[in-house]
């Protein structure tokens, strides 16, 4: 069974920083797409980014209002995934998911969020 | 890009059918038969319904079905029940390696 847990979410201020944490069991995270997807409170589903497998370079791409602010990466000895948040915005207040994913199936599995607030 | 765009609400009596629909470009829904759908309860994580346009994940009822046409996608529920009230979201791949969502449909069981 695949499980998906995030952690590392929390009250920062504008400006700051934060490394979310996705540690996956039931799958090796080196063998899949996996992307992170947010939800404001109260507001619908926001992709923000996604990571290729191992195999096709690990590569990554990223929702433009994101690009340069975050960063997806991943310790394969952790089977770990990681979405550094730079920068922070208020607007970048939501719960944030990770979610293995590919282009044709979609989001399949997804854990159960970490809540980033950021206020002053 | 801008959200694929959904009705923000749905609603149907039980036994009925409802259908929700998801309207992108060419870039994205139309270009691709990549369109997902997601349901998801308050304080929940989305789960998914309907993958690759049509297709349904084990596990998910044959009450739910997907279609496309052109730029538009369409999630039907058939035979309503008092838990499918939930929101839905579409979501597809877009040109030049993006994922879009829709805004979200929240859909009531009369």
């Known amino acids: 069974e695949v499980q998906l847990v995030e952690s590392g979410g929390g009250l920062e201020k504008p400006g700051g920083s934060l490394r979310l944490s996705c540690v996956a069991s039931?799958?090796?995270?080196?063998?899949?797409?996996m992307s992170w997807v947010r939800q404001a409170p109260g507001k619908g589903l926001e992709w923000v980014g996604r990571?290729?497998?191992?195999?096709?370079?690990?590569?990554?791409d990223y929702a433009e209002h994101v690009k340069g602010r975050f960063t997806i990466s991943r310790d394969d000895s952790k089977n770990t995934l990681y979405l550094q948040v730079n920068s922070l915005k208020s607007e970048d207040t939501a719960v944030y998911y990770c979610?293995?994913?590919?282009?044709?199936?979609?989001?399949?599995?997804w854990g159960q969020g970490t809540l980033v607030t950021v206020s002053s | 890009q801008s959200a694929l765009t959904q009705p923000p609400s749905a609603s149907g009596s039980p036994g009925q059918s409802v259908t929700i629909s998801c309207t992108g470009t060419?870039?994205?829904?139309?270009?691709?038969?990549?369109v997902s759908w997601y349901q998801q309860y308050p304080g929940k994580a989305p789960k998914l319904l309907i993958y690759?346009?049509?297709k349904r994940p084990s596990g998910v009822p044959d009450r739910f079905s997907g279609s496309k046409s052109g730029n538009t996608a369409s999630l039907t529920v058939s035979g309503l029940q008092a838990e499918d009230e939930a929101d839905y979201y579409c979501?597809?791949?877009?040109?030049?390696?993006?994922?879009?969502f829709g805004g979200g449909t929240k859909l009531t069981v009369l």
């Open positions: 060419s870039s994205d829904v139309g270009g691709y038969n990549y």
């Open positions: 979501t597809s791949y877009a040109r030049s390696d993006n994922e879009l």
């Open positions: 979610a293995k994913y590919n282009t044709a199936r979609g989001f399949d599995h």
């Open positions: 990571i290729r497998k191992q195999a096709e370079g690990v590569t990554t």
């Open positions: 690759e346009v049509t």
């Open positions: 039931g799958i090796t995270l080196s063998d899949v797409w």
